[in-house]
T-cell receptor
Framework: QQQVKQSPQSLIVQKGGISIINCAYE??????FPWYQQFPGKGPALLIA???DVSEKKEGRFTISFNKSAKQFSLHIMDSQPGDSATYFC????????????WGLGTSLAVNP | DGGITQSPKYLFRKEGQNVTLSCEQN?????MYWYRQDPGQGLRLIYY???????QKGDIAEGYSVSREKKESFPLTVTSAQKNPTAFYLC??????????FGPGTRLTVL
């Protein structure tokens, strides 16, 4: 059973466009929602994270939008650049599962120049 | 420099052999994790440890073993019981309940 569903599986965006990746979860106990960025052959790195007490968090060109009632959260990449081409993973955790991260399956983003 | 190191970067194993992947961190983190990554399947948790001399099975522990004798080290052994070990293996560490920091990974190939 996949507890965090991520879509789309792949995404192609033109340079300067907006990339949007969505995640949905089922367990209402989740209270920490990070996004990780992974380049080929490298380990993932934390990009941005949100807790459910806020509906939006912005860091530079990256924004997380969080909808608690819909149990959904999304990553928006504004002014997408070719250097943003990577795989993006959403995840979720809560104190009841020892803070183990439950991962989405990833979205492969390609930004065309 | 603080961080997580994994070695080797590439590893080749013959069928029936055990191999050990190294993971070391100098971030003074209590928690350490091992993940397996296959194309299209995201990250799957193999084992994790929140304190020295203690560890728990993750979602796909069969065919793997770990030890946590020192805070900074969490080696993973891929045993011959693991039927499909070819994958990209990632080690991570964190303060308990904190952000996970990942190492550069080890790509294991069974010949």
């Amino acid at each position: 059973q996949q507890q965090v569903k991520q879509s789309p599986q792949s995404l192609i965006v033109q340079k300067g466009g907006i990339s949007i990746i969505n995640c949905a979860y089922e367990n209402t106990a989740f209270d920490y929602f990070p996004w990780y960025q992974q380049f080929p052959g490298k380990g993932p790195a934390l990009l941005i994270a949100i807790r459910p007490d806020v509906s939006e968090k912005k860091e530079g060109r990256f924004t997380i939008s969080f909808n608690k009632s819909a149990k959904q959260f999304s990553l928006h990449i504004m002014d997408s650049q070719p250097g943003d081409s990577a795989t993006y993973f959403c995840a979720a955790s809560h104190t009841g599962n020892n803070r183990k991260l439950i991962w989405g399956l990833g979205t492969s983003l390609a930004v065309n120049p | 420099d603080g961080g997580i190191t994994q070695s080797p970067k590439y590893l080749f194993r013959k069928e029936g052999q055990n191999v050990t992947l190294s993971c070391e961190q100098n971030l003074n983190h209590d928690a350490m994790y091992w993940y397996r990554q296959d194309p299209g399947q995201g990250l799957r948790l193999i084992y994790y440890s929140q304190i020295v001399n203690d560890f728990q099975k993750g979602d796909i522990a069969e065919g793997y073993s770990v030890s946590r004798e020192k805070k900074e080290s969490f080696p993973l052994t891929v045993t011959s019981a693991q039927k499909n070990p070819t994958a990209f293996y990632l080690c991570a560490s964190s303060i308990v309940a904190g952000e996970q920091f990942f190492g550069p990974g080890t790509r294991l190939t069974v010949l």
